[in-house]
């Protein structure tokens, strides 16, 4: 399935942590610096994620914000 | 200001196309690939970002998703 | 690939309105009701969406809120 | 009160499953299909959600993305 | 309808500005301070926004971030 | 650092709700009214948030709603 998604980026599972609900995915993108995904233990099961998965951190363009200075 | 956003991302702004009401700004990240973000033509103008811009692409944890396989 | 997002709904797509950078884009689920998804230009040319495409609305649980009453 | 959120699907609750602060609630939708939304134990709370309530899935045009293929 | 999302704020549409596809409205709060909500020109319509109507601000817990400092 | 978010509210932390991965943050708005933050329990102990802390309730307008009647 292609996504409309503007912005895929590929990484490498760091870390899984799984909460009562969400689980929190550490990701340790190719290019470097880290990304923090929020998302269900569902998914988490559901796509069997773990620490070494090549995986993408999909963000769609209307939730990314831009700092300066 | 010390934002919660987990996701603070290094990079610098490569195009500013502004519509309307909204401008799509593209980072070209610092340690490679490209994010680009929806934001308002006021924020574009509060910020008075253009191209050569050292700035962040800051994303929310809750606003990451994981794509595999 | 397979995504995080907790909800995936088959569809097809009824209308593309593109605006200035952002596109509204109509998709009339199998089950029934519609659907509309605020996208980029961008998103909409990159994956050629036309009325009559078969298409799933793709949202994070964390974007869904509920309504009682 | 009429809300801007142009996508109000209607539905039935199937299931509540509270974590610690973040609840996932499943709901039939009535055209077919599932939705799952996250939300905060006080709002189940607040609502008194319960399997078999009438509700509707309420979503943000701007938080919908499309996948295709 | 009541809403799951935690936050509704009490206000007075200031401005409105519609785009092509994607509209903004200023709203001023009853407490003080202006909040800028973007949404579609459907929804502006479809609720007939205008300036000094009152309506609320409605904002999903976890689309908030925190800044300090 | 100067963000692109339209909506940073100025008020004081109320209480702080740690869950398992998850935290909520009551915010007291200086103009009146209360907003509660759903962010990450990093994010908390990252800007050591607790009672009495002087914060900014950060919110992109394209996350805001609005509701009517």
Known sequence: ?????????????EAVSP????????????????????ITNEAVADLALK??????AVIKASDVMVGKG
């Open 51 to 56: 620490p070494g998965d090549s995986v993408f």
């Open 1 to 13: 399935m292609k996504l409309s998604a503007r912005n895929q980026l590929p990484g490498t599972v």
């Open 19 to 38: 909460g009562a609900t969400t689980a929190h995915v550490t990701i340790k993108l190719n290019g470097g610096g880290t990304v923090v995904a929020s």
